[in-house]
């Protein structure tokens, strides 16, 4: 008997995770993964937080624990110390009883949960027209998580001026400008994926003045604070421009990179609203959307984070770890930039140390990408993006050599 499932077609495997695939079957010995999206440390390996090692104790020893069903919306101790992190405990917003938030499986659990929001009840209800805006180039997954929630229309903004390896800040301006009214903004709170590069403080607030005279909405997405500055409260700082200005706006947090909490699925989906009022009737309707997608969220990781947020010590310690993390990387950034200086590698590498975050736009272009992963055994995205975290003491000459290699001889 045939197949039920006869008709369904193979899909193509996320780049990522197929990169990583190929490297894990690479027999040389020189092999380098500068693919993924995690943090690792000089050693190469994953780096579990020290403080959350600390805390994962304390949750172990605890007998009021329990693995009751968590409340729809999630950990209250949670959501609320999430938003206070990206909004600043003295936000107005906050003591003003307007900001809720919605406890969600990983930072894209967050724009998913926030997109099928908008797509129900953003500009008339169900209008699928609306136009969603993602920087280009974004993180590959912005596109399709706002058209599986049903939006039609994903349309790219202006971002990346790769002449000039920087911001296209009056491309990204003449779009804001252009666009139908409404229209919905993917905003990368910092530390730009894969670019390395950000809006400075009188661009965000040139970026915030059309938004707000053009009534577009705003969808922050903070999945790197923290890794950006190596300071928490300066990576927020577009997200509390924006909140002090009066936008009504949405900001999905991921936990998964600044406390290395990947695999546990912990994100935050912070609701600015007018008023408290507003704020109760989306966050019932938020309640219906959770119900149907997985009803309740997990809760060991939403544990560390509250623990962790909401004690001063830990609170410290927390802060300390992601400065370390960050600290990495601009070790890295400045190391790599001086062996490609060294060895005179043809083209200006500046950007190197003036993109920030966990990656860097390297300016490859697909038939260099192409030869570093063949010829090299070096592995990195299509785009020409590299994490920064993939190189240590040990590799980091021979991925200079190998980029010195591929730009004398691929053009
Ligand atoms: C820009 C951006 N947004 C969201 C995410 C999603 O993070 P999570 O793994 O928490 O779902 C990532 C992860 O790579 C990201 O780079």
């Known amino acids: 008997i045939m197949s039920v499932f006869r008709d369904v077609t193979q899909a193509v495997p996320v780049a990522v995770f197929k990169l990583s695939q190929d490297f894990n079957n690479d027999q040389d010995p020189n092999k380098v993964n500068l693919g993924v999206g995690a943090y690792r440390t000089d050693e190469g390996l994953p ?70 929001f908008l797509r129900r009840f953003h500009n008339g209800s169900n209008n699928t027209k609306t136009p969603v805006y993602v920087s280009a180039p974004t993180w590959e997954n912005h596109n399709a998580v706002f058209a599986s929630s049903g939006f039609e229309d994903v349309r790219s903004y202006k971002y990346w001026d790769a002449q000039n390896r920087g911001l296209d800040l009056a491309g990204f301006l003449g779009d804001l400008e252009t666009c139908p009214e409404h229209s919905i903004f993917v905003l990368h709170a910092c530390a730009h994926n894969p670019t390395g590069t950000d809006p400075t403080q009188e661009q965000w607030m040139k970026i915030a003045e059309v938004m707000m005279r053009r009534r577009l909405f705003v969808f922050f997405d903070s999945a790197y604070q923290g890794f950006a500055s190596g300071d928490l409260d300066k990576d927020a700082w577009a997200i509390r421009y924006f909140v002090s200005m009066g936008f009504e706006m949405f900001c999905a947090q991921s936990f998964s990179k600044n406390f290395g909490l990947y695999n546990e699925r912990v994100g935050n989906l912070t609701i600015v609203a007018r008023d408290p009022d507003n704020l109760q009737r989306v966050l019932s309707q938020m309640e219906k959307i959770v119900r149907t997608t997985w ?40 190391q790599l930039q001086a062996k490609l200086q060294a060895l005179g590698t043809p083209g200006t590498w500046g950007h190197i140390t003036q993109q920030i975050g966990m990656f860097s736009f390297t300016g490859l272009n697909p038939k260099q990408v192409e030869y570093m992963v063949k010829e090299r055994h070096v592995y990195l995205m299509a785009s020409g993006r590299i994490n920064m975290c993939g190189l240590t003491t040990k590799n980091i000459d021979y991925v200079a050599q190998s980029i010195h290699a591929t730009v004398t001889s691929v053009q």
């Not at 060991?300 to 600290?327: C, H, Y």
């Open 295 to 334: 009803s309740n969220p997990p809760s060991q990781g939403a544990r560390l984070v509250a623990i962790t947020l909401s004690d001063p010590g830990l609170f410290e310690d927390w802060k300390a770890n992601v400065k370390t993390m960050a600290d990495r990387v601009l070790l890295m950034r400045a």
């Open 47 to 116: 780096w579990v937080l020290p403080v959350v090692k600390k805390v994962e104790k304390v949750i172990a020893h605890d007998d009021r624990l329990n693995h009751e069903y968590l409340p729809i919306l999630g950990l209250p101790q949670f959501r609320s110390w999430a938003s206070k992190i990206a909004l600043g405990a003295a936000s107005p917003a906050v003591q003003e009883d307007r900001v809720g938030a919605v406890q969600c499986l990983g930072g894209t659990g967050a724009l998913r949960i926030g997109a099928e």
